[in-house]
């Protein structure tokens, strides 16, 4: 089973950038699609980015692309999320979620980190 855990949340500046990473322990199979969701406050939770651990595609909102990278190091089987150009409307518990099929509904991804707060001030 394998458990996630992010850092790298906090509170920065419309404008600013912040680096969240998410740690898997266990196993993180050549199959999986490793994907980052976001919470707002009063918000559904929704898709924000994902990256498939073996060959690297990626896919992202419409809302975060051009803003946000999503990328892996396999070795340290971690997945990171680059967020630059933030926006007050960023703001959100981020979550790092893993599943086996390359999509965005949150219904498919079986395991999920604690979260970590992101907070834009403006």
């Known amino acids: 089973q394998v458990q996630l855990a992010e850092t790298g949340g906090g509170s920065v500046q419309a404008g600013g950038s912040l680096t969240l990473s998410c740690a898997g322990s266990?196993?993180?199979?050549?199959?999986?699609?490793m994907a980052w969701f976001r919470q707002g406050p009063g918000k559904e939770r929704e898709f924000v980015a994902l990256?498939?651990?073996?060959?690297?595609?990626?896919l992202y909102a419409d809302s975060v692309k051009g803003r946000f990278t999503i990328s892996k190091n396999n070795a340290a089987n971690t997945v990171y999320l680059q967020m630059n150009s933030l926006k007050a409307e960023d703001t959100a518990v981020y979550y790092c979620?893993?599943?086996?099929?390359?999509?965005?509904?949150?219904?498919?991804?079986?395991?999920w980190g604690q979260g970590t707060q992101v907070t834009v001030t403006s």
């Open positions: 990256i498939r651990w073996h060959s690297g595609s990626i």
């Open positions: 979620a893993r599943g086996s099929h390359y999509t965005s509904n949150q219904a498919e991804y079986v395991n």
């Open positions: 266990g196993r993180i199979y050549s199959s999986a699609v």
